[in-house]
């Protein structure tokens, strides 16, 4: 089963001193083993690059990983759409463009995969049903949210 990895787990597999490493190096190794391919979408890729310095040491990065790369469908990219409105007619915010969870959520729902995240609260509030993989230190989240998750890091 594919699994799609957010920006903060991709962060935190090359911060040593996040507080997520620890996790995220042995659910993406397990995950590996178990369930691959792991893919990053295309904006994860860009929002990483901010604290690379050259594209030769994000590229390195990412090979590093061993994470697939994959750009959005039109379908996810509308999905996206829809979801940066919901998220304007609720925030009434000052934001202009859609953001990137609401790209990341849209592949992950349209694609019907798991999300290996650390930050749950901005997908969940704008798409149905998703099924993610949290760090056990988080809250669980009501299943009203979420589709099935094990909050161990386990694929449900």
Not at 30 to 58: F, T, W
Request: net charge negative.
């Amino acid at each position: 089963m594919t699994v799609f990895v957010d920006t903060n787990v991709v962060i935190a597999l090359l911060d040593d001193k996040d507080k997520f490493h620890d996790w995220a190096r042995l659910t993406v190794a397990r995950l590996k083993a178990e369930s691959p391919p792991l893919i990053i979408p295309d904006i994860v890729y860009c929002e990483v690059s901010v604290a690379m310095k050259h594209q030769g040491e994000m590229d390195e990065a990412i090979a590093g990983l061993g994470f697939e790369r994959l750009p959005p469908t039109n379908a996810a990219l509308f999905r996206a759409g829809k979801a940066f409105k919901k998220y304007r007619d609720v925030n009434k915010g000052p934001k202009l463009g859609v953001l990137p969870d609401h790209i990341i959520g849209a592949m992950v729902e349209v694609l019907n995969v798991p999300l290996l995240t650390a930050n749950p609260k901005d997908f969940v509030k704008y798409f149905d049903n998703l099924n993610v993989i949290l760090p056990p230190e988080l809250p669980a989240l009501p299943l009203a949210a979420v589709g099935p998750h094990d909050p161990a890091g386990a694929p449900a």
